[in-house]
């Protein structure tokens, strides 16, 4: 099933659009409310001030009006022209039959004047009329308007606020759709420079570098590249070395097998049991070139965060078992009798109790049983391979445990020394082992924070491995 993928530009412009449409969309709203009562306000005093600039030309013409008094029927009232849409009605008061209309626009509603003085609403005819009413002098004034009329206004305004408010949203949209195509461009020409760069091009990408916001990632990429490059070609090596070192006793098996049954065919010479005992010894050293090349592996390509701590009683263990391992290899392939002396400083072993180095207990065995191997295949003498263990401070206050293994053998020149943790590397072609041992060891203690350390002793070869203490947690870890 494939995953849909996400537009950041679209999220941006729909951001974009929905923040601008949110805070215009708030403000036209609080804006509408305030309009409409301003224009009710604004409308209210249009009444007010038609309704006195009527009663002043009333009172201009009050000697006519009062010499020639109407009766209280409208056939005698007064048109008069209507100004701005407001409907005006004039009245007489008399005490003896009222109000007295004496004059009405077209279309005023009737006896608006009979409303109380001020401001006020009426029902005319199925329509609701704003009224405005003032007594002045024996005389009455009324306007007022449709509140329809007001309404189609209100309208009107809100019209004229909302469109320019949509053509305005739709412009924002536009402007950000093409303003985050433009600042997402460096993306694009990353894109565009990573899906043209071949598959063995391991050199920097170079797009986005002189952006502030891509470089951080574009600098993570190459770095990344930069590793990979560093695994591929260690990869690599690590193949070409193999497939040398296991081409030699191939071709050694295979020339014994050859010569064995060439024996075979002549029963009488007696070499064939020699020559599968040398296709064994062949068979064997391939194995175990092999096992190294599969523990090497596992070892470069374990997890730091799965490392467990091994603490004092385990660390003893660990080393009594690699004791126990290298003897009996020894004797399984015959090296030069040797003892194997361990020494613990400090010998008392409540003193291991609060000691813990970052590294399990099998991979510390693998490492004390390495030194141990080079050691026994290479010793002379009678004297013992010495083993110490000790824990100490180094010059830079900090605390580790040091590993030493010391034989006597022809041992090595510094610059051997330089060279012997490198893959296969021996001394000569005709040296025994696979030339792996150290180099796990020395990935071993990298993998703990330490380090791996071979000087010439006269006569033999010391080797420390030191390893940086932690805090022990409160059950120790079991060997």
Not at 54 to 75: K, N
Request: hydrophobic share 45%; aromatic share 4%.
């Amino acid at each position: 099933m494939t995953r849909r993928t996400k537009s950041l530009r679209l999220r941006l412009v729909l951001g974009l659009t929905l923040a601008s449409s949110l805070l215009w969309g708030s403000v036209a709203l609080w804006r509408f409310n305030s309009l409409e009562h301003e224009i009710n306000a604004m409308l209210d005093e249009r009444l007010a001030a038609s309704a006195m600039m009527v009663a002043g030309i009333v009172h201009q013409l009050q000697p006519t009006v009062s010499a020639q008094p109407g009766a209280a029927g409208d056939s005698n009232t007064t048109p008069l022209i209507a100004r701005d849409g407001v409907a005006c009605e004039v009245s007489l008061v008399r005490s003896e039959v009222g109000l007295v209309p004496i004059a009405r626009t077209a279309d005023a509603p009737e006896q608006v004047t009979h409303g109380a003085v001020g401001f006020g609403f009426i029902t005319k005819g199925g329509k609701t009329w704003r009224s405005y009413v003032v007594e002045d002098d024996g005389l009455r004034i009324a306007t007022a308007d449709r509140m329809d009329a007001r309404d189609h206004l209100v309208q009107a305004a809100w019209r004229a606020m909302a469109v320019p408010f949509a053509l305005a949203l739709a412009a924002i949209a536009l402007l950000s759709w093409w303003i985050s195509t433009h600042t997402l461009r460096p993306l694009q020409q990353l894109q565009q420079e990573l899906r043209r760069r071949p598959p063995q091009d391991h050199t920097p990408v170079q797009a986005g570098r002189d952006t502030q916001e891509l470089a951080p990632v574009v600098d993570s990429l190459n770095h990344l590249l930069e590793r990979m490059d560093a695994a591929i070609a260690h990869e690599r090596r690590w193949t070409a070395d193999a497939a040398h070192e296991l081409r030699t006793p191939l071709t050694a098996i295979k020339t014994h097998v050859q010569v064995a049954q060439m024996a075979l065919a002549t029963p009488a010479t007696g070499m064939a049991g020699q020559a599968l005992a040398h296709a064994g010894e062949g068979i064997a050293h391939m194995q175990h070139t092999l096992e190294q090349l599969l523990r090497l592996a596992r070892i470069e390509s374990g997890n730091p965060a799965e490392t467990t701590l091994c603490q004092g009683p385990a660390i003893m263990h660990a080393a009594e078992l690699a004791v126990q391992q290298s003897r009996q290899r020894a004797e399984a392939e015959h090296w030069p009798s040797a003892q194997v002396h361990i020494t613990q400083t400090p010998t008392a072993a409540a003193r291991w109790q609060s000691l813990s180095i970052a590294l399990p207990p099998a991979l510390l065995t693998c490492a004390i049983t390495n030194l141990l191997d080079n050691a026994l295949r290479h010793h002379a003498g009678s004297h013992p391979v010495e083993l110490t263990l000790q824990s100490g401070r180094l010059a830079d206050g900090s605390q580790c445990v040091t590993i030493c293994v010391r034989d006597r053998g022809p041992g090595l020149s510094p610059g051997e020394c330089e060279q012997a943790q490198k893959r296969f590397w021996r001394k000569t072609a005709s040296t025994a082992g696979s030339g792996l041992g150290l180099t796990i060891v020395r990935r071993i203690a990298e993998s703990a924070g330490g380090s791996l350390t071979l000087q010439p002793a006269d006569p033999g070869l010391r080797v420390q491995l030191r390893l940086p203490m932690q805090v022990a947690p409160r059950s120790p870890t079991p060997g």
